[in-house]
C-alpha cells in the first residue's frame, strides 16, 4: 500500500531537518530561508515493529521486512498559499496527492532560524495552515456547485449525491471548520474522498522543539497538544535536531545517547507510529525460513483481502487462512507449536484479521 504522509508547515519549522532525520539521509536540504525545498521529497520509511524481529528469530528467518510508510516533504506555506502566493499551487496539489497530513509547529527559540512571520507562535502557525487550506477547499468547492446542480436536476442520481456531500463540507468551511469534521457514513466514505479536500484529511500534530525539551517538551508543545485535544486529534513532541543526530548514530550508540537525554526510543519512532495509526492500519506477519515480513491491512479487512495484499491472486483464489495469534507464536516457538496446541485456527472467508496475527494463505487460481 503506498500510503503518504505529508510533513506540512511555515518555512523554516524544521520539516526538512525532520524529513532528514526520517529517511536518514540528507536527501532534502535543510537551508534558513523560505523555498528551500521546491520539489517534493518522499521518502519510503519502515514502520517501528518489534514484534517482526521475535517473529524471525523463532521461525529462523533469513531476511526480515518491515511494512513501509511514505513521508513527503513538501515547500513551506506562507499566507495567501490558497491564492498561489509563494509557491502556494505548487504545495496545495502536493498535499492533495498524500493520504494524510502531518502538521510540524515550531517549538523552539533560535535566533539564528528566521520566522517568515518575524515570531515564535505555533498556534498562530497552525491557523495560518489550517486556514489556507479551508479558502483552497472552499474555492474548489464553490467552482463545482453549479454544475452538479444542473446535472442533478436532470435525475443524475451520482450528481446529487456529490451535490450533497459537497454542500456538507461547505457547511463546516463556512463555519470556520475542516472538513474532516463532517460526519461521514460508511456508504459515502468513497464518495466523499473522490472530492480530494485538503481538510479532509486526518490530520497529526508535530511540535518541534530544542534539545533540552526533546524528553518532556515545553510550553509551546503544550499548546499545540491542547490545540490536537481540542481537534480530537494526536500530537508528538520531536526535536528534529535531535534526532537528524540520533539517526546518523550505530545502534548501540543510539541507546547510550538516548537514556543520557532521557528518552526510551527515538520520537520518530512515535511519529511513524502515530502516522500509521492516523491511516486507520494494523499489521500482519507471514514468517518462515526465507523471511519474516510485516503487512499493511486496513482495521476491519477481512482474510481475503488480507490476502490481495500479497498477490491479487490470493485474494481471488482465496480458500482459506491458516492463522495464529502473535502471542500464541512466540510462545509456542512457532507454527508446529502452535498446531500442536491447537492454536493454529483455519479461518475462512468472513474473519476479520486482527493486529498482530501470523497467517498462511490457501488459495487455487
Known sequence: MALKVALVGLPNVGKST??????????????NYPFCTIEPNVGDVAVPEPRLEELARVAGSKEIIPARINFVDVAGLVRGASKGEGLGNQFLANIRDCDA?????????????THVEGRIDPLSDLEIIETELMLADLESLEKRVVNLDKRARTGDKESANTLRLVKLALDQLNEGRPARAATIGPEDLKAWRMLQLLTAQPALYVANVDEGSAADGNALSAQVAERAARDNAKSVVISARIESEIAMLDPEERGEFLETIGLTEPGLNRLIREAYALLGLQTYFTAGPKEARAWTIPVGATAPQAAGVIHTDFEKGFIRAETIAYDDYVKLNGEAGARDAGKLKSEGKEYVVRDGDVMNFRFNV
Open 18 to 31: 525532520l524529513f532528514n532525520a526520517l529517511t536518514q539521509t540528507a536527501a532534502a536540504q535543510a537551508a
Open 101 to 113: 497530513v502531518a502538521f510540524v509547529a515550531r517549538c523552539f527559540e533560535d535566533d539564528d532560524i
